[in-house]
């Protein structure tokens, strides 16, 4: 059981398609803090968020961890504190409730649309690369493709419809939640009650590394 001479455990789970690299720039002081990474696994078709966040959980061997996630990571975070007991709950790039998901997802739930998106595209990312989109985005997803490396189609298929039809409707006690002011994804307009980071975007897990390294351990022990 952790005690206050024993490092704090902290499980880290990337959002959506990423693996635990998108933490690789996380240092934590190894004296305080001990990392662990999760990992997303393959779900049955259909299979309701909260049995696959308790497979999810599974992989936790610590009492009362520290949880991180990022963007639909932070959603399985929130789902895995209501199974175990945890010491908190820190959530980035992500949404408290349903109530803060853009206008787009809440239509898309209403009309299925979601259902219509070529994950397969995504998850042959060969494609991507020789189709037109802009030298920016190419370069965004060179410098990101060894992060999003899960993108099996069953795997996207499940994510999207999982995020998309999350039915938390209130945030829940407790809850850290930092997020950026350049957020496209789940723009900070519709946020309440986070931690500001400005400039931020929905990868700030990365391009504001800097600051979660200066930052983080006080936010855990405060």
Same mark, same amino acid.
């Given at each position: 059981?952790?005690? &206050? ?16 690299l998108?933490f690789?720039?996380i ?6 803090f ?11 078709? &259909? ?9 999810? /959980? ?11 996630g990022?963007?639909f ?8 504190s ?12 992500s ?11 809440k ?5 299925? /649309?979601?259902? %219509?998106?070529?994950t ?5 990312? /060969? ?17 990101y493709?060894k992060? %999003?490396?899960?993108r099996?189609?069953?795997y996207?298929d ?10 938390? @409707? ?22 309440k009650?986070?931690? @500001? ?5 929905? /990868?700030?897990i ?10 983080l351990? @006080?936010?855990?022990? @405060?």
């Amino acid at each position: 059981m952790p005690t &206050d001479s024993l490092p704090i455990p902290v499980y880290f789970m990337p959002g959506m398609s990423a693996n635990p690299l998108i933490f690789e720039k996380i240092i934590l002081p190894e004296d305080r803090f001990s990392m662990h990474f999760l990992e997303w696994k393959m779900p049955v078709v &259909d299979e309701p968020l909260k049995i696959y966040s308790a497979r999810i /959980a599974q992989e936790i061997t610590h009492e009362n961890p520290v949880l991180l996630g990022v963007s639909f990571g932070g959603i399985i975070a929130q789902e895995i504190s209501k199974i175990i007991s945890i010491r908190k709950l820190i959530i980035i790039s992500s949404v408290k409730s349903n109530r803060e998901f853009p206008k787009k997802f809440k239509f898309a739930q209403l009309t299925r /649309a979601h259902k %219509l998106f070529p994950t397969g595209l995504i998850a042959n990312m /060969a494609i991507l690369h020789n189709l037109a989109f802009g030298d920016n985005f190419k370069k965004k997803l060179i410098s990101y493709e060894k992060y %999003l490396t899960v993108r099996d189609k069953i795997y996207l298929d499940w994510a999207i419809n999982a995020i998309v039809n999350w039915n938390q @409707e209130e945030p829940l006690k407790n809850i850290i939640h930092i997020h950026g002011t350049e957020d496209l994804i789940f723009p900070a307009s519709n946020i309440k009650d986070y931690l @500001e980071i400005k400039g931020g975007d929905h /990868a700030m897990i990365l391009s504001k590394a800097k600051w979660f390294k200066e930052h983080l351990p @006080e936010i855990i022990l @405060e």
